[in-house]
């Protein structure tokens, strides 16, 4: 059927015929103005396709006549931002560790490198600024099973300890219940001695015997007085900082059947800058010697 093109009245523009509810949809010409702005948007949008990276093929696609890519500029940007930072970090590699703080420029730079690398790898175990938790000794504070110098803290991060690498610090304390070098009746008995040591002696302890146990298997490691033995990582009483809990059970829980800590060795996965950057860091945290 043919359309009845009829004339709106008023402007004299003509109806397309469609009509709602009695209102007409004239066919005026789209504004220049519009039509302008359309055109160079397609105009554009032909040269970006050209230039640019903009059509997918079988196997590769086009890369534009530009070949631009914006992996590049991140390789490149990422090689600038390594490129400043090679001027710290080849000196932080080739000076000995304890020489590092007399530059103030390049402490500043590895204690806040450190802290970053720290932040990615230690602190899951550690917590958060070395505050620690049980199992996982805190490292912001002085008490240290290992030591806290820095050559100390250097050496314990980059080979670990009982991590199985020829380096590592190694030590073991011996299972005095599972192997059977002490009865139970013993383990409880030298237990109030470390309760002692700890300044909480508990009521109607044998302290003399007890003392006797402790002088027989435990002062080789631990010091007759508690104090520990950084040979061994053997830890003191004294500290508030307890490895495994510092609570009667505790301690016959540890003498029973002991817990060794393992800490990975962290030469197989940061280079030596990284590792002086982290080992400035946690001796900063409050507890370096
Ligand atoms: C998988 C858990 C784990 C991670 C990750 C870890 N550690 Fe440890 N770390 C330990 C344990 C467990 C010990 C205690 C070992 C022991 O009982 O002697 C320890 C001990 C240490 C010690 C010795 C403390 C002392 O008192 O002598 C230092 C220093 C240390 N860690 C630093 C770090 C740094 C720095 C990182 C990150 C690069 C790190 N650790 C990552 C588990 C971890
Ligand atoms: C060969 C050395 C050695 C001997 C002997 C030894 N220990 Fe230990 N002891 C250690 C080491 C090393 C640790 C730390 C374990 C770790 O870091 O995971 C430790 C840890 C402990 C702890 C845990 C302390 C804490 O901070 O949580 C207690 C308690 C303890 N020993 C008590 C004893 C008692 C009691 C005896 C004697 C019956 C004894 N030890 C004998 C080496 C020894």
Redesign the pocket.
Known sequence: MALKIEKDALTGVESTGHSWDGIQELNNPLPNWWLLIWGFCILTALIQFVLYPSFPSISTYWHGTSNYSSRVDVIKAVDDIQASHAQYVTKIAAMPITEIPKNKELYDYALLSGKVTFANNCQPCHGVAGSGRP?F?VLASDAW?WGGTLDALQQTITYG??SGHPQARD????R?GVDG??TAA??ST??E??QFLEGKPRPGANLAAAKQ??MD??????SPEGN??RD??????H?R??????DYD??VR??TN?????MPAWTYRLDTPTIKSVALYVHSLGGGE
């Open positions: 199992g000794p099973l300890i009982r030590s073991q304390m011996p005095f070098i002490l013993q383990i030298v237990a001695y470390v146990l402790f298997n435990c002062s080789a490691c631990h520990g033995n061994v990582g053997a830890p003191r009483y500290d900082v307890f490895l495994y809990g510092a505790s301690v540890q003498v002991p817990r060794m800590g393992v």
